[in-house]
Each structure stands twice: as structure tokens, then as C-alpha cells.
């Protein structure tokens, strides 16, 4: 069974800067993206930025595209979230996951999922 472990976050002031990682461990899985996801109380799940298996591939959404970047290090079964120019908007509970579909921002193609970690921007 495959399992992701987020890390990282935490409380920051609003433009600071943050990073966040997902490793993987367990059972075999054809990963063919990690995602990242966000959740705020009350709202719904968001797409937040995904990476193919090469590292090569990139996906962002709108809200965070220039402030965050996503990266991988495969030997270390590890994916990275670089939150730059925080803004309090960007308070949420932040989710790794796991797709055999490529560069996906579809929250249902996405099998394994980790517990998450908390980020919160204080203004």
C-alpha cells in the first residue's frame, strides 16, 4: 500500500516564503503525477499544482502560478511545494497525492493521498 507523508508548512507572515514535501513509501504504483491539493474550512478541495514522473512536466493553477513551484527528487521518492509571496488567501490544509494519469488537476484521478499539512499566512 503505497503512503505519502506531507511535511513542512506551518505558521508564516504574509510575503514570506515556505516549502513543503511528500515522500513516498510502501507498494509498487505507476505514478505518473503528483498533485498538490489545498483545502480551506468551509471550501472545497483546489487544485493546486502537479509534476509528471520526469520532473520535466508542470501543471499550475492560476492562483499560484509565479508564487509557488513544484519539484522532485525520485531518488528520494520526494516532491516539493516552494510557497513564495504568501498571501493569507493561501491558508489552507495542503494535500499530496498520487495519479497514474498524466498532469492531471482532476481531484478524482488521484488514487493515494496523504493526511496533509497545515499552512497558515497571517496578515
Known amino acids: 500500500q503505497v503512503q505519502l507523508v506531507e511535511s513542512g508548512g506551518g505558521l508564516v507572515q504574509a510575503g514570506d516564503s515556505t516549502i513543503l514535501s511528500c515522500t513516498a513509501s510502501?507498494?509498487?504504483?505507476?505514478?505518473?503525477?503528483r498533485g498538490w491539493f489545498r483545502q480551506a474550512p468551509g471550501k472545497e478541495r483546489e487544485f493546486v499544482a502537479a509534476?509528471?514522473?520526469?520532473?520535466?512536466?508542470?501543471y499550475y493553477a492560476d492562483s499560484v502560478k509565479g508564487r509557488f513551484t513544484i519539484s522532485r527528487l525520485n531518488a528520494k521518492h520526494t516532491v516539493y511545494l516552494q510557497l513564495s509571496s504568501l498571501k493569507p488567501e493561501d491558508t489552507a490544509r495542503y494535500y499530496c497525492a498520487a495519479s497514474r494519469q498524466i498532469l492531471t488537476r482532476n481531484v478524482d484521478d488521484y488514487v493515494h493521498w496523504g493526511q496533509g499539512t497545515q499552512v497558515t499566512v497571517s496578515s
Open positions: 509534476i509528471n514522473w520526469s520532473g520535466l512536466g508542470t
Open positions: 510502501g507498494g509498487t504504483f505507476n505514478e505518473q503525477t
